[in-house]
């Protein structure tokens, strides 16, 4: 099977979680692309290839029935997103239910912006909302929690 370029981003979180001496297993869940199961957490991959942030992070209906799906299965459920060739930023449960409306049965887009030696931060549209997320957070956060 041949390479596709979606494969190299995500390939760039999958790397840091997988070099991780907590690292066991890695399994892709479902037909999605980015849905994986680590150890026994769940993960959806999401990239943004721009160059300069803020990134842009479109989360799909599919996306957002597929986040509610793992989170109702009580396993730890974290929301990836590459953002270019910069960061990855890495979102819990808790984070992910502050920025995105679940409910809301339509696209969603969050947005990343970093300024230099700050931390990353993270809001909906027009700002509505934002919370600051460590550059350090991933993958350590993700892995503090891998069972």
Not at 58 to 65: P, S
Not at 68 to 97: A, M, R
């Amino acid at each position: 099977m041949g390479t596709q370029e979606k494969d190299y981003w995500h390939g760039a979180a999958l790397t840091q979680i997988v070099e991780n001496k907590t690292f066991k297993t890695l399994n892709s869940i479902d037909h999605k692309f980015g849905h994986y199961e680590i150890n026994r957490n769940r993960i959806l991959v999401k990239v943004s290839k721009k160059e300069q942030n803020p990134w842009q992070f479109n989360i799909k209906i599919n996306e957002l029935q597929t986040i509610n799906e793992d989170i109702e299965l009580k396993s730890d459920f974290y929301l990836c997103l590459v953002c270019g060739k910069e960061t990855i930023c890495i979102l819990d449960e808790e984070q992910i239910k502050k920025l995105v409306n679940l409910e809301l049965n339509r696209q969603q887009t969050l947005f990343v912006g970093l300024e230099t030696g700050c931390s990353m931060r993270v809001w909906r549209k027009k700002k509505e909302f934002e919370i600051v997320v460590h550059h350090n957070d991933f993958p350590k956060k993700y892995l503090k929690t891998v069972r």
